[in-house]
C-alpha cells in the first residue's frame, strides 16, 4: 500500500514556472514507478512524465524540454518541475505509483494522489 500526498500547486502566468511534489508513504518506495498525470476539464487523463526506481526518465512530447521528473528515494519524494507553462498546461496534476514503468505507462493498476490544481493564466 502507498499513499501520495501532493503539493506545489496554483495560478501561475504563462511563461512562468511551478514545482510539484510528491511525498509517499511506505518502506519500498525505491521498488516503484512514479509519474506525474494530468487531467484538463473535457478530457482524459494522461501521462506528463514518469521516473523509475534507478531515475530512468519519460515524458509526453508535449512538455519535453520544459518539464523536469526527479525523485529522492531517501525522502521518499518525487518532484516536477514545470518550467515556460502554457495555458494549455492548464490541469489537476495528480501523483501515482506503479509497479513498474509499463504499468506506470498504461495507467492503470496504480496508486493515485489526490490531485493539485495547476492554472496558466494568458
Known amino acids: 500500500q502507498v499513499q501520495l500526498v501532493e503539493s506545489g500547486g496554483g495560478l501561475v502566468q504563462a511563461g512562468g514556472s511551478l514545482r510539484l511534489s510528491c511525498a509517499a508513504s511506505?518502506?519500498?518506495?525505491?521498488?516503484?514507478?512514479m509519474g506525474w498525470f494530468r487531467q484538463a476539464p473535457g478530457k482524459e487523463r494522461e501521462l506528463v512524465a514518469g521516473i523509475t526506481g534507478g531515475g530512468s526518465t519519460n515524458y509526453a512530447d508535449s512538455v519535453k524540454g520544459r518539464f523536469t521528473i526527479s525523485r529522492d528515494n531517501a525522502k521518499n519524494t518525487v518532484a516536477l518541475q514545470m518550467n515556460s507553462l502554457k495555458p494549455e498546461d492548464t490541469a489537476v496534476y495528480y501523483c501515482?505509483?506503479?509497479?513498474?514503468?509499463?504499468?506506470?505507462?498504461?495507467?492503470?493498476?496504480?496508486?493515485w494522489g489526490q490531485g493539485t490544481q495547476v492554472t496558466v493564466s494568458s
Open positions: 501515482a505509483a506503479g509497479v513498474n514503468i509499463l504499468t506506470l505507462n498504461r495507467g492503470r493498476n496504480l496508486y
Open positions: 511506505g518502506r519500498t518506495f525505491i521498488s516503484y514507478a
